[in-house]
């Protein structure tokens, strides 16, 4: 039974999102994000377990396996993408192929975290960029096209060297599937090199620092509720990717005691959090800044990844339940937060008529829900209590007590702070009256957008705080 | 020895496609050189699916995929290229007439 | 472990009718300041209700985990009951104050909307049973402040609050990662008189690193110097905020966080044994004579008591350090006394800025005359803070002075002195001028708020009441029922007298 909902998963959103194409747009675009929503969930209930599609059994055929961490990535993407799909729902200013492309991601990403084969990865990684990178385009104008072209350039570079990993692997081991390889896995320069390529390949995807350089304009130019899934769900595919490479495929590489590897993503980590938030510090505008908090935020991310490498590397109980349970909650906290801030940002944008903070500010007094919204986003991102950020940055500090990083302590605390220095820039003109040197007026009267849009930014961002209290749930769920 | 010369080839043709895509100055120059790198790597597959008698045919079923998802990729990078292209000439022609008007 | 349902409802009776204050239109005032009042009077009587139950032997206590390990934990004691009762007492009349003060200025949804959530803040803040959730409200409560510090919106009102953030936003990170040490070296249990760190087997070193972490996180907010630059600051905040931050919320949730790890994180008698007593009396001692030493140079009124809090609130952790009996209920009626006196003392200030246009000093002359209630209201306070007998600032320093005496501190009875000295100096000379100077002319900017009163109702009854609790807390202090009597009671449970 699970079996075909499993397929399901990736095959509902695809054919309905094939089916915009013929149908009346709506329509079909309904019953495939109520069903990509409802399979999402149901995920949550059903056994980890390995399929073999269609009967072939590796190496020959093709595997998809469900844990722990895909099941709740999937859900993850189900709910996050359910309310952005609300939030386009009521956008009547989205074209309308972004349903088929939406759906498509939507799928594609369903696909990635269920494969557990090397070469179907690149795939799914490649569909998913395509997609991702026509959601850029649905905007019109020559700058949203050069973001987007600049997008589809790093995304297939990417890809292409993820698959020069894979084919290295191949040739060494002549097994593509995840689980036969990593008990193949040796030590040598083959498997090294390919390790490299490809980690190389999805920091390109992940817009890890110093490959980040397409994501701030792409992010920045995409309709609102593109770079709400696209910052929230589709760069976390490369870093999931990341973690299944370092902490699973080649773990018995890279957990090896004398293993230094962990300390270069740790310092990319690093680098990003402060190159990222110090650029969202100082953007003249608002959808900027938020995309580069991602910047930032995905440096935690990575930081996060090196810490648990360096884990594995002090005992040999691999990716135990702590830690990955861990990763997932702080991906999660990002997803629903910067969700949320990107539909709010984007909202206040269109109120206005305007990007720039400084012409935002009676736009943003004229939206206390979207205001709200960005608050409890800044509070889940910079981990203030009580959010899921919170608890994510408190297993993210207690991990690196243990493994006695202090140096890697204080930057989380410091990106936190960074975080709360450029959410402040917002918030605080959310809530100046301008009396004094810059009189708050508006360059244009405000446009009408329907206040639901600010409201459905709101529930997301609200998500990432209230989520904090399923915390129990959520840890001792599988325990 | 072949298989040697086959390997270190894709290899090469992986690099130069890095190199042009560090190098091109057109858009058009970008894509080619993501698509030269492609072929380096189809390269290095088939070389690998060389040392089996008879081929082993995992390696080309991965590059009859892989040419697919590279010719997909493609066609929506020239869509953009065109698009790029048409926005530039509205761009050139707007600003025209508003030369014009002043 | 049973769960009691009742510390999450204190929680609730503000936090609920504050988030949907939020959404209540500018307009409705009458529905707004009903469900503001009604609110307040119900938590009122929840705590009421509580401390009756507290004093019968029952417990309150209310979990809920978040992690494994770590759990929100929310007890109601003795030390909370005190913070709990002086917090829903004053939040009801800074309330009804706030209702009048704010009559016509704009953004009052979101002004009540704030103020509701930092009560329920400060009510966390005194029901934390463990570490963990103490670290949760105290960020709650800088979250929740900060949209009031900043109400008027205005460049320096932001400015001020930029400051406030800064110190308290970095404060709360050093504090978390205090938190977060200890939860690594002894986990995070219940707070328990006596505290969990002596018998861990764990190195010198690694607790002091903590009580340096978690003093400064502390500290900030109790404004210990050097620490307390943000208070001054935050002065541009509308009256009853200034109010409320500094009788009730934000310095008192220091002041209360220092109480709670000295006593039931460490354990006084481990804290004196490793010496970490003595770092905490000397720079609440320092705090003390510097807070008064500038008080006395400002000419701003609201300044002028700003600096006025920095030295009275570190008397709490004064009493704290001083590791005895008597010293410690000096410290921690002093919670209660020191609210009472200066929430007095800032509506006082608040009503002469909000009917006369005063807000200096020197425009202070003869006011007395002007609004003789108010400026008796005003007078009790200052004279409470100097000390003088019967009133409740008297209480305070007497068992102070008893703990110095008691400790064999002579200095600190010499840095009581020498404080309350300075308190006369820069409140005497101000209650001279408003009371038999003669007044101006003309008043800076004179409003007519009332037909009967010398002001608005709402500004001058609450000032009164609370005036009126400066001299009750003092002459009634031999009473079983009034703050004295209960912090002995407590007391008495923490050293095991």
């Known amino acids: ?479 | 020895m072949n298989e040697v010369v086959y390997l270190y080839g894709a290899l090469g043709v992986v690099l130069i496609g890095f190199y042009g895509l560090a190098r091109a100055g057109h858009v058009l120059q970008q894509l080619l050189a993501v698509n030269v790198m492609g072929a380096g790597v189809f390269m290095l597959l088939l070389a690998l699916a060389t040392r089996h008698t008879p081929a082993d045919a995992v390696p080309q079923a991965l590059v009859l995929t892989g040419i697919v998802v590279a010719i997909s990729t493609l066609a929506l990078g020239l869509a953009l290229i065109r698009r790029l292209a048409v926005e530039a000439r509205q761009a050139e022609k707007r600003s025209d007439q508003e030369a014009l008007h002043d | 472990m049973s769960q009691s349902i009742w510390p999450w409802l204190v929680l609730m009776t503000s936090a609920l009718p504050g988030l949907v204050i939020f959404f209540i239109p500018e307009t409705r005032r009458t529905l707004r300041s009903l469900l503001n009042v009604g609110a307040a009077l119900v938590k009122l009587q929840l705590v009421g209700l509580l401390l009756l139950g507290l004093y019968a032997g029952e417990s309150y206590h209310w979990q809920l985990p978040l992690l494994p390990g770590l759990t929100l934990s929310l007890k109601v004691d003795a030390l909370a009951g005190l913070f709990l009762i002086l917090s829903a007492v004053l939040w009801l009349l800074t309330t009804l104050y706030a209702i009048g003060y704010l009559e016509h200025s704009p953004h009052r949804s979101r002004f009540f909307g704030f103020f509701s959530l930092c009560v329920s803040a400060t009510a966390g803040v005194a029901m934390s049973a463990n570490l963990f959730t103490f670290v949760v409200f105290y960020e709650l409560l800088t979250l929740a402040t900060w949209p009031l510090v900043v109400h008027r919106g205005t460049p320096q009102a932001l400015a001020a609050g930029r400051v406030y953030l800064r110190y308290t936003l970095v404060s709360g990170s050093v504090l978390l990662l205090g938190a977060v040490t200890l939860h690594a070296l002894v986990g995070t249990p219940e707070f328990v008189p006596g505290g969990y760190v002596s018998d861990a087997d764990v190195a010198q070193v690694w607790l002091w690193a903590v009580f340096v972490l978690l003093l400064i996180g502390l500290g900030v907010k109790a404004a210990l110097v050097p620490l307390h630059g943000w208070l001054p600051r935050a002065m541009v905040a509308p009256a009853p905020v200034s109010a409320l931050l500094h009788a009730v919320a934000v310095v008192k949730a220091g002041a209360f966080g220092i109480v709670r790890v000295m006593f039931e994180v460490f354990g006084i008698e481990f804290a004196a044994d490793l010496g970490m007593a003595d770092l905490l009396l000397g720079l609440a001692a320092l705090t003390i004579v510097y807070g008064s030493w500038r008080a006395l140079f400002e000419s701003d009124l609201k300044k002028r008591l700003a600096f006025s809090t920095v030295s009275q609130v570190s008397y709490v952790a004064l009493g704290v350090a001083l590791a005895g009996p008597l010293g410690a209920i000096g410290g921690l009626i002093h919670i209660v006394h020191q609210g009472v006196m200066k929430i007095t003392l800032f509506l006082a200030a608040g009503n002469y800025a909000e009917t006369l246009g005063v807000h200096k000093v020197s425009e202070l002359s003869g006011v007395g005359r002007r609004m003789p209630w108010t400026t008796a209201a005003f007078t009790l306070g200052a004279l409470g803070m100097i000390g003088f007998p019967p009133l409740a600032g008297f209480v305070s320093k007497w068992y102070l002075g008893l703990g110095a005496w008691e400790a064999e501190a002579n200095w600190v009875l010499a840095v009581l002195l020498v404080s309350g000295l300075l308190n006369a100096a820069y409140f005497l000379p101000l209650l001279y001028r408003a009371w038999f100077e003669s007044p101006p002319a003309q008043w800076p900017q004179a409003q007519r708020l009332s037909r009967v009163f010398e002001t608005h109702a709402l500004l001058l009854f609450p000032p009164l009441v609370t005036a009126s609790l400066v001299v009750l807390l003092g002459v009634l202090a031999g009473l079983n029922v009034t703050s004295l009597g209960w912090v002995q009671w407590l007391v008495k449970r923490e050293f095991a007298l």
């Open chain 1, 1 to 479: 039974m699970t079996e075909w909902g499993l397929a399901a998963l990736v095959v509902w959103p695809l054919l309905w999102g094939a089916l915009t194409l013929v149908m009346p747009v709506r329509w079909a675009a309904l019953p495939g994000v109520l069903g990509g929503v409802f399979f999402g969930t149901w995920v949550l209930t059903w056994a980890p377990q390995s399929v073999a599609l269609g009967g072939w059994l590796p190496p020959l055929g093709l595997s998809w396996r469900l844990d722990g961490v895909s099941q709740f990535m999937i859900a993850l993407v189900a709910w996050v993408g359910g309310l952005s799909s609300l939030y386009a729902w009521w956008d009547r200013s989205l074209p309308s192929a972004f349903w088929g492309l939406w759906l498509g991601v939507w799928a594609a990403m369903n696909a990635l975290l269920l494969t557990a084969d090397v070469f179907h990865f690149y795939v799914t990684l490649e569909l998913l960029s395509v997609a991702a990178v026509a959601l850029v385009a649905l905007t019109p104008g020559p700058a949203a096209t050069r973001a987007a072209f600049r997008y589809l350039l790093v995304s297939l570079t990417g890809s292409m060297l993820f698959l020069l990993g894979v084919a290295l692997l191949y040739g060494r081991y002549g097994v593509l599937d995840m689980l036969l390889l990593r008990d193949a896995m040796q030590g040598d320069g083959i498997t090294a090199l390919a390790l490299a390529v490809m980690t190389l390949g999805l920091m390109a995807k992940a817009a890890v620092f110093p490959l980040h350089g397409w994501l701030p304009q792409a992010h920045a130019k995409a309709q609102t509720v593109v770079s709400a899934v696209l910052s929230a769900l589709v760069i976390k595919a490369g870093l999931y990717g990341l973690l299944r490479l370092w902490l699973d495929l080649f773990a018995p590489l890279t957990s090896q005691p004398d293993s230094q590897a962990g300390w270069v993503l740790a310092l990319l980590g690093t680098v990003a959090i402060f190159w990222g938030g110090y650029q969202a510090f100082r953007t003249p505008a608002l959808k900027p800044l938020v995309a580069w908090s991602t910047v930032a935020q995905v440096g935690v991310l990575v930081l996060a990844l090196a810490l648990m490498v360096e884990a594995t590397t002090r005992d040999s109980d691999g990716l135990t339940e702590t830690l990955w349970r861990g990763w997932v909650w702080l991906v999660a906290a990002h997803a629903l937060a910067k969700a949320g801030w990107f539909l709010a940002a984007g909202t206040v944008q269109k109120r206005a008529g305007e990007t720039r903070l400084a012409g935002l500010g009676v736009a943003l007094q004229r939206s206390p829900l979207s205001v709200f919204a960005m608050a409890l986003a800044v509070v889940s991102l910079a981990g203030l209590p009580l959010s899921m950020g919170f608890l994510g940055k408190w297993w993210l500090l207690s991990l690196a007590w243990e493994l006695q990083a202090w140096l890697w302590l204080a930057v989380s605390l410091l990106g936190s702070l960074l975080t709360l220095a450029y959410g402040w820039r917002v918030l605080n003109l959310g809530l100046s009256t301008g009396h004094g040197a810059e009189p708050l007026t508006p360059q244009a009267p405000l446009q009408t957008v329907p206040t639901r849009l600010d409201a459905v930014a709101l529930i997301l961002s609200a998500l990432s705080v209230l989520g904090a209290l399923g915390g129990y749930w959520y840890w001792e769920a599988g325990a």
